[in-house]
């Protein structure tokens, strides 16, 4: 576990938040399953009734909403997601000279950070992507994107699951705290789609793609009105195997399919529910208290987005009968699960509201099991 006492001055002075274009509803996702598996049904027939294989269950609308508070999600492309014969997305291979799909989302996302940062790449020493996905192995999506940026400085990827935007975050302030970079851009580029085995019932609906970006940097050099100073930063890890994707090049060395059974995203969800959900609530109350904040004080609690009934739990154990959308808002119903980008979309699109001198908590907790954790408050400047 790890906990910083910062020296006050450290803010979050800008985000930005790219939404793709496109979006898949719950229905539309249903339809499409629902004819792939009744199609395998019918193919495998005989496997089926020796036993052999399972059926493949029906879904439903009503079934995705009730588990997980999530009703559509947005994604780079519709092409092949909705297509019972293939089942993926079809996201064609770019030329080693043109911008991965992963860097031309956080391109964007970052151009927006910027933006409302007051801010020109030429202020930037420092480049993060943190992400529970890499397109490639290297270069770092993270170096794509200070060069597509011209930005004279460093950079690199980092992934650490669901809790990779707070923990990306926590080392840009690492940095600053250091003297090693003066301003950071931390970017959050979640290509989620291509990893979701849309085949499979109990998480074909999770994941959608989005791409955020913060910048941080000192009080001082910040040139907007208002700013978010960072009191605290917190981290915990704790390993478990109930959430895990094995997908990788060493599949190429073991001889098997590498997106066979197993390889992409999987979950023992009643097991992540039980476990994470304490765990969860008692970093938060403890972050809380090591910056001087009474949970019942916190004006906001921007919540990793991974599931409705989690969120809603956490959010009773830390402001009991206090609890309510407006203070632990939620995205997850037209976003879904982004990874790790979703405390800070819910960061970035229920902050603006709130006044100088009120605090909140952005916290992000998935596979590892990882959990991170900053407490900010508003300022003026």
Not at 37 to 49: R, S, V
Not at 314 to 338: C, F
Request: with cysteine.
């Amino acid at each position: 576990m790890s906990e910083y006492k910062l020296p006050r001055g450290i803010v979050i002075s800008g985000t930005g938040l790219w939404t793709p274009p496109e979006a898949i509803s719950n229905e539309e996702l249903v339809d499409a399953y629902n004819s792939y598996a009744k199609q395998y049904n019918l193919e495998h027939a005989q496997a089926i009734e020796s036993g052999e294989l399972q059926p493949k269950p029906q879904s439903s609308a009503e079934f995705i909403e009730k588990a997980s508070g999530i009703k559509s999600r947005y994604v780079v492309t519709r092409e092949g997601i909705l297509d019972p014969a293939r089942m993926r997305p079809f996201i064609p291979e770019r030329n080693d000279d043109d911008l991965c799909v992963q860097a031309e989302m956080g391109l964007k996302a970052a151009k927006l950070a910027l933006e409302k940062a007051n801010k020109q790449a030429s202020d930037v020493d420092m480049v993060i992507v943190g992400a529970s996905y890499m397109q490639r192995a290297y270069p770092a999506i993270a170096i794509e994107i200070q060069g597509a940026l011209g930005i004279d400085g460093f950079a690199f990827d980092m992934e650490v699951a669901c809790s990779s935007a707070t923990f990306s975050l926590q080392r840009a302030v690492d940095a600053i705290c250091s003297g090693a970079a003066r301003t950071v851009l931390v970017i959050n580029s979640e290509l989620a789609s291509p990893q979701v085995d849309f085949t499979d019932r109990d998480s074909h609906f999770i994941f959608g793609d989005v791409a955020v970006a913060s910048v941080i940097e000192r009080r001082e050099t910040c040139s907007v009105d208002t700013a978010w100073e960072i009191l605290g930063t917190k981290a915990k890890t704790v390993y478990s195997n109930n959430i895990r994707s094995n997908f990788g090049y060493a599949a190429r060395a073991a001889d098997v399919d590498p997106f066979g059974p197993g390889k992409l995203f999987r979950q023992n969800g009643r097991k992540v529910f039980k476990e994470v959900c304490p765990m969860a609530a008692a970093h938060i109350e403890e972050h809380l208290g090591e910056s001087g904040t009474d949970p019942r004080e916190v004006s906001r609690y921007w919540l990793h987005q991974a599931n409705i009934n989690m969120n809603n739990l956490i959010a009773k154990k830390l402001m009991g009968d206090e609890a309510s959308a407006e203070r632990a808002p939620v995205v997850l119903d037209r976003y879904a699960n982004t990874a790790s980008a979703g405390s800070v979309i819910a960061f970035n699109l229920h902050s603006d509201d709130l006044q100088v001198g009120e605090r909140g908590i952005i916290c992000s907790f998935g596979a590892g099991y990882s959990i991170g954790s900053l407490v900010v408050e508003k300022v003026a400047l």
